[in-house]
Nanobody, 121 residues
Framework: QLVESEGGEVQVGESLSLTCAAS????????MAWFRQAPGKEREYVAG????????YYSDSVKGRFTINRDIEKNMISLQMRNLKPEDTAVYYC????????????????WGQGTQVTVSS
């Protein structure tokens, strides 16, 4: 089970962090990722840790602004978002895969409920 923290509404240029608490499997041994889906658009990969070794990968649209972290002790991942833009407005989903590496949404088996992030100009 994956449970995301509450998102929120922020202004352009501000920061926001999301967390995802996992239960039932360890984030240490699981490919984890954040996806997002904006209205009228397909779900897109935002950031992830596709291998247990912990390397991070980011979409070009968020590289340099977002950071994904993994807390093995708390069994959770987080997404730190900085310099937010209106185009970052979307429902954000935490996801976990039973196999790795995992890259696109077809590779992920478990999903959080989603949390809304709105960036206002």
């Amino acid at each position: 089970q994956l449970v995301e923290s509450e998102g929120g509404e922020v202004q352009v240029g501000e920061s926001l962090s999301l967390t995802c608490a996992a239960s039932g499997r360890s984030v240490k041994d699981t490919a984890m990722a954040w996806f997002r889906q904006a209205p009228g658009k397909e779900r897109e990969y935002v950031a992830g840790i596709p291998y247990p070794a912990g390397s991070r990968y980011y979409s070009d649209s968020v590289k340099g602004r977002f950071t994904i972290n993994r807390d093995i002790e708390k069994n959770m991942i987080s997404l730190q978002m900085r310099n937010l833009k209106p185009e970052d407005t979307a429902v954000y989903y935490c996801a976990a895969a039973s196999r790795y590496p995992a890259w696109d949404d077809n590779d992920y088996d478990y999903w959080g409920q989603g949390t809304q992030v709105t960036v206002s100009s």
